[in-house]
């Protein structure tokens, strides 16, 4: 049982990490429609699409040869003592450096068949080249963004996100105006570079540490390892949304598609601020204390009940002003999808008990049981999707949403009491109860 003076610190410490890296995101992703919005002015459909297609590039290839090392390093950077920690933080920023490289010879190699594959010639074959640059870049970042985030660092973290946002706009500026759609792959170069030199400059200076190259690929195999997994969970989530995204377009056709798509990203980009926020404290945490099953415990049933509380009024909120949000975002065409948005944000409550209980998993490296929970996941929504939809049109995948995240939280709820033996408390219970039942009576109120 956590004492109330306990309590309410880590309330503060969570509320606080949500106020700066919610205020972080928040400008970055200004940033990023700001950018977009000049390239469409100044350049064009024809440069919004070219910066889409080079962005998918990016993300694939480093999804590949990257392993989520920003995201399993931190597991190991938590757990490791404070005396050991010059040495991981070695290990770490040299597997950056591998999985760097590796991503930049795999583009530079596959740029004429990238080329080809993605506009049908050789025209861009060069620009593909020059992307090699940013996996690199990237990959270098995300080594520094790991080991301020496992080292607990979060103002820094928040602080380099942010710079690194703010600076990649301004240097982006005056190469869209100038060198209209040549400037696209630049501008993706200097965005990755603004945030590795903004990470740079605020990380701590890294201690010289002798360590032989076995020596490090060794120290590196578990996070690598966990990666793979991940690796694999994500493409499984991703083939899962491009084929209901196909079946939708095969059944319903491209506007139909294009209402589904606005919806999934609009209910998406809606909680990731709020779970991205609270993922950076509450992950470094929970990897540092999962070798202690009632300590784990504790942190994951006060993590549920904050989110809880704090899901209550955002999803209100949203289903209440859904027109207006509606309006604001898109045009009075989009307003078809506001019964599918309401259902999905009132399955908000279910998917944050499931996010908070996976967390444990990936903290625990285990790397199998995850990857499974989350095919498992994946498969519940293509199946309930396509069903749903094929009965109810749109309204049938907010449904969708609502059954899916419904069940993932019963399978990850298995492995968590289950396999691990862990618990949670009744108030973290009684507030997702709550929360779930708030969401649904806004929705059946509001139609």
Known sequence: MMRPVARHSMSKRVLSTIGVFGGAQAVTIFCSLI????????????????FGLYNAAVELIAAVTQFNMRSTAVRDIALARLTDRAHIFAVVRRWAWFLGLSGALLTLVSAPMLSRWTF??????????????????????GGELAIMQGSGLLRRLARASLWGGVGGLVLSVPLFYFFRLDSVVPSIAVYSLATLVAALFIRERPEKVHMSCR??????AGFIKLGAWMTVSSFMAVLAQYAIVAYINTRGGMAETGYFQAGYTLVNRYVAVLFAAIGMEFYPRIASSVRSGRTTSVYVSHEIAVISVLLVPA???????????IWLLYTPDFYCIETYISWAVAGMPFRAVGWCMAYVIVARGDG??????????????????VVLYGRYGLDGAGYAYIIWYAIYMCIVGAVYFGRYGLRLSYRAAWLVAVSSVAGALSVLLTL
Do not use: P
Request: net charge negative; aromatic share 12%; with cysteine.
């Open 315 to 325: 999803v209100v909120l949203f289903i209440v002003f859904r027109h207006m949000i």
């Open 120 to 141: 049908g010639d050789d025209a861009h074959c060069g620009g593909f080249m020059w992307l090699s640059v940013v996996l690199l870049i990237s990959s270098l970042a």
């Open 368 to 385: 199998l049981v995850y990857m499974l929970t989350e095919v498992t996941s994946a498969l519940v929504y293509f199946f309930a999707s």
């Open 215 to 220: 020596d490090t690929m060794m120290a590196g």
């Open 35 to 50: 950018r977009i919005k000049l390239v469409a002015l100044w350049i064009g459909a024809a440069g919004v699409g070219l």
